[in-house]
């Protein structure tokens, strides 16, 4: 009978804590792609008798993108293997990833047309892949008798977006020969893929990662140009992922880059303003703070600085200010071989404050953790932290913690942004003296070279401007824990 009292009273006590400390919760986790932001295309031959393959089966599983549903439109057309006046369609009505209904429509225009090469040495053949990287629309062929050998380039319209926001845009391009580079532009920046023959996913293998603004009239234009490279040059077009950036309130959003002095490193540096989104936008511009120190490449006493004004994402003052401290120092990485060295966020993912290194000969191998703190904040409101750590080895593990909660980002050397791969992002309160503190600290052997902590950037977003008020059932779960503790001890006396 004692036994079992001293199990109720153990049960009751815990419902109890549980009741008052951990109501309201302060974490979460952050999930995958939204799968109603997500338009996946995929480009295919339809039956016309021709031997290389086709008609193309729809393709449904993930690409470098994925989603809790991954829903692909085929756009299909004929294979014209001679001279031909090209192919074209307009406002062709897409569904999301999740098979919904959207706004976009795509239109295209080519001089040549649609092939599917499964029936060939594809460089995709036998892969979960297959459907989609062994056909595609192509372009600038060499079929057409054009006293320049090329027949010109092709284009892809995405319309009925939301005018001047910003999206991501995967363009695959994979065909039956190695070596056959596509140069593709988008929003006025251009980038080439040539196929190496791996079946892996990798930017300017199989796939080029653009970000770029919808026009005042919600279209983003993509063209599409043979190389000149491999044994047959034509630009190929297997497919394309567009994922909406998550829009915020330009004035409560607080972007933060960390950056090197010019100190004669030869590593990087001066580090560059950045002027993108980061992994959520700003509806109203993207102005970042350009925090930047020097670099000490051996033993040193560390940096600190406190309370530096911060503008909001529009440019605007904001009372925020940032306070930090490492025991080491800031470094500009891009002459290295930076994971978004290519990327659109190079300048943002390419240099970083860092911290517990190992340079200052601590007998412990790790110099210590830096901090980070924010303050002048609403006291009680709820905030979005993201934070950004990227740097040169893959595998560099990086511990953040924030009012008790933690998480680890790992290099994975992919160089688009993903949780706990690029960045780490809570939901947390401001203390009572309106302020948010983290740590960071280095995690493991940091795979390739040395481990240390890496901070290239912080976003914060304002969720609230008051504590949150606990639901109902936070309160009936407290009188519960209260009813079962006050019953216990009544048992008991």
């Known amino acids: 009978m004692e036994n079992r009292k001293s199990l109720m009273r153990f049960l009751s006590y815990i419902c109890f804590l549980v009741s008052i400390f951990c109501i309201p919760s302060q974490g979460r986790a952050a999930v995958s792609v939204d799968a109603n932001a997500l338009i996946n295309v995929q480009f295919g031959e339809t039956n016309d008798g021709y031997p290389f393959g086709g008609p193309t089966p729809s393709y449904s599983g993930p690409g470098v993108f994925s989603a809790s549903s991954n829903n692909w439109n085929l756009i299909a057309g004929p294979f014209l293997p001679g001279p031909s006046s090209g192919l074209s369609a307009s406002n062709i009505p897409l569904t999301n990833a999740a098979g919904g209904s959207s706004s976009v429509t795509l239109s295209y225009t080519t001089p040549n047309s649609f092939i599917d090469v499964s029936n060939l040495s594809a460089i995709f053949n036998g892969t979960p892949q297959r459907n989609l990287m062994t056909s595609y629309l192509f372009a600038d062929s060499n079929r057409n008798g054009s006293p320049t050998g090329h027949d010109g380039p092709g284009t892809v319209v995405f319309g009925g977006l939301t005018p001047n926001a910003y999206y991501e845009t995967l363009v695959y391009s994979a065909a039956d020969e190695i070596g056959r580079g596509t140069t593709f532009s988008v929003g006025g920046v251009t980038q080439t893929v040539t196929p190496n023959g791996s079946t892996t996913f990798s930017v300017n293998n199989n796939f080029a990662d653009f970000i770029s603004r919808a026009d005042v009239g919600g279209n983003i234009s993509i063209s599409m140009s043979a190389a000149g490279t491999g044994g047959f040059p034509e630009a190929?077009?297997?497919?394309?992922?567009?994922?909406?950036?998550?829009?915020?309130?330009?004035?409560?959003?607080?972007?933060?880059?960390?950056?090197?002095?010019?100190d004669g490193a030869p590593f990087g540096g001066p580090t560059p303003q950045y002027t993108g989104p980061g992994v959520v936008s700003g509806t109203a511009g993207n102005s970042w703070n350009l925090i930047t120190n020097n670099f000490v490449s051996g033993p040193s006493a560390g940096m600190s600085a406190s309370n530096?004004?911060?503008t909001d994402a529009s440019g605007a003052p904001t009372s925020v200010l940032l306070s930090y401290s490492t025991p080491d120092s800031f470094i500009d990485i891009s002459n290295l071989s930076p994971i978004f060295g290519s990327a659109p966020q190079h300048d943002l993912l390419s240099s970083y404050l860092f911290a517990d290194s190992m340079r200052n000969g601590n007998p412990s191998g790790h110099d210590g953790p830096g901090s980070v703190t924010l303050s002048g904040l609403i006291p009680g409101a709820m905030y979005q932290l993201i934070l950004e750590s990227v740097a040169d080895n893959i595998g560099r593990a990086t511990l953040f913690v924030v009012d008790g909660m933690s998480q680890i980002v790992a290099s994975d050397g992919v160089p688009i942004q993903g949780l706990y791969s690029s960045y780490a992002e809570f939901l947390v309160a401001a203390g009572v003296t309106g302020d948010i503190t983290f740590t960071m600290s280095a995690v493991g052997t940091g795979g390739i070279g040395f481990p240390e902590a890496n901070l290239n950037g912080i976003q914060l977003v304002r969720i609230s401007s008051t504590a949150p008020i606990p639901e109902p059932s936070a309160y009936l779960t407290a009188i519960v824990g209260l009813f079962l503790l006050g019953w216990v001890q009544r048992r008991r006396a």
């Open 308 to 310: 530096i004004p911060l």
């Open 236 to 262: 190929n077009l297997n497919g394309i992922q567009l994922r909406a950036i998550p829009q915020v309130d330009s004035h409560k959003l607080v972007n933060v880059q960390f950056g090197e002095n010019n």
